[in-house]
């Protein structure tokens, strides 16, 4: 059975930085393609991040502050965020799918079947 478990998520003040992990099991992450969401309540579960073998891909709104990476050797995914601002305040899930490639609806929660249960990221101003 998969299992993405998530870490490193706080409470930090605008301007800091934050290292969020995913550590699978039962899923070699180097395989898949796998992503980074973000959601506040009341509103859609949304892509910031995915990388595949081919490629790291970001939306818009975080280039040059968010770094998505994997090590392969300890099968984990990260997400390096920094310059931290009130409006990345959100729980962050990692997610992965079946496939090698991440296709052109990465940032789509349908686009992937496993999901970790998230953890909490809070920026104070």
């Known amino acids: 059975q998969v299992q993405l478990v998530e870490s490193g998520g706080g409470s930090v003040q605008a301007g800091g930085s934050l290292r969020l992990s995913c550590a699978a099991s039962?899923?070699?992450?180097?395989?898949?393609?796998m992503a980074w969401f973000r959601q506040v309540p009341g509103k859609e579960r949304g892509g910031v991040a995915a990388?595949?073998?081919?490629?790291?891909y970001y939306e818009d709104s975080v280039k040059g502050r968010f770094s998505i990476s994997r090590d392969n050797a300890k099968n984990t995914l990260y997400l390096q965020i920094d310059s931290l601002k009130p409006e990345d305040t959100a729980t962050y899930y990692c997610?992965?799918?079946?496939?090698?490639?991440?296709?052109?609806?990465?940032?789509?929660?349908?686009?992937?079947?496993?999901w970790g249960r998230g953890t909490q990221v809070t920026v104070s101003s």
């Open positions: 039962s899923y070699t992450i180097r395989n898949y393609c």
């Open positions: 997610a992965g799918n079946d496939r090698s490639y991440c296709s052109g609806a990465y940032r789509k929660a349908y686009s992937y079947e496993y």
């Open positions: 990388i595949d073998s081919g490629g790291r």
